[in-house]
């Protein structure tokens, strides 16, 4: 199973980014996709699940109405939509399907 993150890097504060995950060696469509992200100093955290019927099921207090989560199951790809970004998102964002895991990608979110 790999999971290949990608779509992080810089921005300023109130931007946005796209986060893409393209997941290979797994039956995509039947699994659920889950995004995690770890700040410096902090413990990883859930930000998102989103199920195989394309529902959000999880979405973190920190981010409601400003991160949305997305899956193409054509493309085995699952998304990661950020606006109106902070710098407290500033983290290393990981995706995950069962006990899989990314390699991470880094954002930052700076003025």
């Known amino acids: 199973v790999q999971l290949v993150e990608s779509g992080g890097g810089l921005v300023q504060p109130g931007g946005s980014l796209r986060l893409s995950c393209l997941v290979s060696?797994?039956?995509?469509?039947?699994?659920?996709m889950n995004w995690h992200r770890q700040a410096p100093g902090k413990e990883r955290e859930l930000v998102s699940r989103?199920?195989?019927?394309?529902?959000?099921?999880y979405i973190a207090d920190p981010v409601k109405g400003r991160f949305t989560v997305s899956r193409d199951n054509a493309k085995s790809t699952v998304y990661l939509q950020m606006d109106n970004l902070k710098p407290e998102d500033t983290a290393v964002y990981y995706c995950?399907?069962?006990?899989?895991w990314g390699q991470g990608t880094q954002v930052t979110v700076s003025s």
């Open positions: 995950r399907v069962g006990e899989h």
């Open positions: 989103i199920n195989i019927y394309g529902e959000t099921v």
């Open positions: 060696g797994i039956t995509f469509r039947y699994s659920d």
